[in-house]
């Protein structure tokens, strides 16, 4: 799947409604929007993701994945028979969330979009290459938490989803100072 993201700039804006307003706090004046080739970096490089999925009675399902940024989209997997999957299959749109816990560092990156199934081989192939790459022996070696997982793709005894950002958010936080950006593709 070449995903909507994949070769665009999406357009980037500072909400100053939820950044630090400027001279309010030590470096606030320099408040400025996070660039998106910085998110992208954060996305690349993040462990674990929060996808959030809404059930066929409106309730909302949270819960945690391990996924990859690849071709301009993040890439999950989940099992056919578990929640995610059923919630997918009535209602592709969901988010993807992950960042730190962090009150005063970090960035928290939220990414909203429409969940595809990926079930051409070639794709598949590249998003276990792109796994494998990202996660090494947590996927490949025999005692790996995720053993198989390439194997499993292949077999299609998961699901495996690409969304690609329709909307993205970036919540940063450095030493006290907010910055809240959008990024619309």
């Not at 993201?5 to 409604?17: C, F, I, K, S, V």
Request: charged share 20%.
């Amino acid at each position: 799947m070449q995903g909507q993201g994949a070769g665009q700039r999406p357009t980037t804006e500072l909400d100053a409604r939820y950044s630090s307003a400027p001279g309010t706090r030590p470096g606030a004046a320099d408040v400025t929007a996070t660039e998106w080739g910085e998110a992208r970096q954060r996305l690349e490089s993040a462990e674990i993701f929060w996808v959030s999925t809404v059930r066929s009675d409106g309730r909302p399902h949270v819960t945690p994945v391990i996924a990859v940024w690849h071709a301009g989209a993040v890439y999950f997997s989940t099992g056919l028979r578990e929640q995610k999957a059923r919630n997918l299959a009535h209602d592709g749109r969901c988010a993807l969330t992950t960042g730190n816990n962090s009150l005063t560092e970090g960035l928290d990156l939220v990414i909203e979009g429409e969940a595809e199934r990926v079930t051409g081989p070639a794709a598949l192939e590249e998003v276990i290459a792109a796994y494998e790459a990202k996660y090494g022996s947590h996927i490949t070696s025999p005692e790996g938490t995720f053993h198989g997982i390439g194997d499993a793709f292949r077999r299609g005894d998961v699901a495996v989803f690409a969304v690609a950002p329709a909307t993205a958010y970036g919540f940063g936080r450095d030493d006290g100072v907010y910055s809240h950006t959008r990024w619309t593709f």
